[in-house]
């Protein structure tokens, strides 16, 4: 039962193509640190590969074919790639699916204070982190202004190597003895994740002239002015590029692996398929993971199932029953990461049911916490075909619970998508020191990723 090390699979021209997909990986994780990013980025790549915007297809009461594909951007936080197969929709979707949030901090909507000559941003932390993790370390600002004119102003700070980067400071060791004697949780708390953005005050000015000389640079670089952040969208993420881990080079060191490392794998597998599948492939891309998957913009809202509606129309064979009888009928991984073997911290691991690095890509029939809450517990006659499927296509693949299990656990989009009556079970990469600000993954288990996404959509 114990599954091989995917590395000893490869020959030379195999190591050559996870090469090439890694390279482009590191750029897709540099260029995307917010859903929104990475929503604009997956566009380009997708309309480089002919795919187009289906709101304007609808607009011009257009038509689709076996064949076609499309994309729909929600709000420009998720996205949904389709590419149309000779069966009709009404067989089913084969649907990869990861989210493209990552556990960061947001400004608040009134951030920026002065005091004792040091301007701040305040903060509130989104998902599931340590929030000692985040203090002393460079940090970078991402994100848009919304003007009241309906001009969006793009923020990026801190990711050229001639941009200044901010970051939050900790009490020194000197004076650490209350601090160190706290539970790991409150040692840093929500309210001390105030962002350091600078001391220099403006010249003239005698009340707040450090907050002032910010406003004034922000004004000058940006064009816009502190009540503007009542509308802004603006997340404060590690600074700083991807980077080989290891003296092999076998690891990725990055940001944000969690989930975009499963959202490249599936924008890839979805992008590589030139011919027309037998049935329609879905790559979807959602937001608000990390908090619950709620919102407009969250695996919780109907745009999937719009989405599915307006290609029917579009395909001619519209209507409620076909609608439903199509969404029951898809076959969906949902693609999120896993938690990797960690031999540091064994005791919160069971070993013959967990992930480990560079054992390829990992299935985890269930997810939930405890007793399986929050779960979608895929059935087994699903996990026997893609058994098949992963062995046909000669895909490295492993099998693997989320720790012990009572020692917590964690949630996917697949239950939300399983309400429609589809099959689904979770899939990903390991992932080690998840929800860090620095994750690592296995350039191996990338590369057998989208190998499997790829076999899926094509097999399913």
């Known amino acids: 039962m114990e599954r091989k090390n995917a590395w000893k699979t490869y020959d030379a021209a195999e190591n050559e193509k996870l090469n090439a997909v890694c390279s482009e990986y590191s750029k897709y994780l540099d260029n995307g640190k917010t859903e929104r990013e990475c929503v604009t980025n997956t566009i380009k790549m997708a309309e480089a590969k002919g795919y187009r915007d289906m709101n304007k297809i609808i607009a011009e009461g257009g038509k689709l074919k076996s064949g076609d594909c499309v994309y729909f951007n929600t709000m420009g936080k998720a996205v949904m790639l389709f590419k149309m197969g000779k069966q009709p929709l009404e067989k089913g979707i084969n649907i990869v699916g990861a989210h493209i949030d990552s556990p960061r901090m947001d400004l608040k909507q009134n951030p920026m204070y002065e005091d004792t000559d040091i301007a701040y941003l305040d903060t509130h932390y989104y998902g599931g982190i340590k929030k000692y993790q985040w203090v002393t370390i460079p940090l970078a600002l991402h994100g848009v202004v919304a003007k009241k004119d309906d001009t969006l102003v793009n923020i990026v700070i801190g990711e050229d190597l001639s941009d200044p980067v901010v970051g939050i400071s900790d009490l020194l060791i000197h004076l650490a003895g209350d601090q160190l004697g706290k539970k790991g949780s409150v040692v840093i708390e929500g309210e001390e994740l105030n962002v350091i953005i600078g001391s220099r005050p403006l010249e003239g000015e005698d009340k707040e002239a450090v907050k002032a000389n910010m406003l004034k640079i922000l004004k000058e670089k940006y064009d816009i002015e502190e009540e503007d952040f009542l509308s802004a969208e603006i997340e404060v993420v590690p600074a700083g590029p991807t980077r080989d881990f290891g003296l092999d080079r076998s690891m990725i060191l990055g940001y944000g692996h969690?989930?975009?490392?499963?959202?490249?794998?599936?924008?890839?597998?979805?992008?590589?398929?030139?011919?027309?599948?037998?049935?329609?492939?879905?790559?979807?891309?959602?937001?608000?993971?990390?908090?619950?998957?709620?919102?407009?913009?969250?695996?919780?809202?109907?745009?999937?199932?719009?989405?599915?509606?307006?290609?029917?129309?579009?395909?001619?064979s519209y209507s409620e029953l076909v609608l439903r009888r199509a969404l029951?009928?898809?076959?969906?991984?949902?693609?999120?990461?896993?938690?990797?073997?960690?031999?540091?911290?064994?005791?919160?691991?069971?070993?013959?049911?967990?992930?480990?690095?560079?054992?390829?890509?990992?299935?985890?029939?269930?997810?939930?916490?405890?007793?399986?809450?929050?779960?979608?517990?895929?059935?087994?006659?699903?996990?026997?075909?893609?058994?098949?499927?992963?062995?046909?296509?000669?895909?490295?693949?492993?099998?693997?619970?989320?720790?012990?299990?009572?020692?917590?656990?964690?949630?996917?989009?697949?239950?939300?998508c399983a309400a429609y009556g589809m099959e689904v079970i979770d899939s990903g990469v390991a992932v080690l020191s998840m929800h860090a600000p620095w994750e690592i993954i296995s350039k191996a288990d990338l590369y057998e990723a989208t190998k499997a996404y790829r076999a899926f959509m094509l097999n399913a």
Request: aromatic share 8%; glycine share 12%.
């Open 328 to 416: 029951a009928a898809c076959r969906m991984l949902s693609c999120d990461v896993s938690a990797a073997y960690d031999p540091n911290f064994a005791g919160a691991f069971e070993r013959k049911n967990s992930a480990y690095l560079g054992r390829g890509v990992c299935f985890n029939k269930y997810t939930g916490s405890r007793g399986k809450s929050g779960s979608n517990d895929a059935n087994a006659e699903y996990c026997g075909r893609l058994r098949t499927i992963m062995d046909d296509a000669g895909v490295n693949f492993q099998t693997a619970e989320l720790g012990k299990v009572d020692q917590g656990g964690g949630g996917t989009i697949a239950y939300i």
């Open 258 to 316: 969690d989930d975009r490392v499963c959202s490249y794998a599936s924008v890839n597998a979805l992008l590589s398929i030139d011919d027309i599948p037998e049935y329609t492939c879905c790559c979807l891309l959602a937001d608000k993971e990390e908090i619950g998957s709620v919102g407009a913009t969250g695996m919780s809202a109907k745009y999937f199932e719009n989405a599915v509606a307006e290609l029917l129309n579009a395909s001619g």
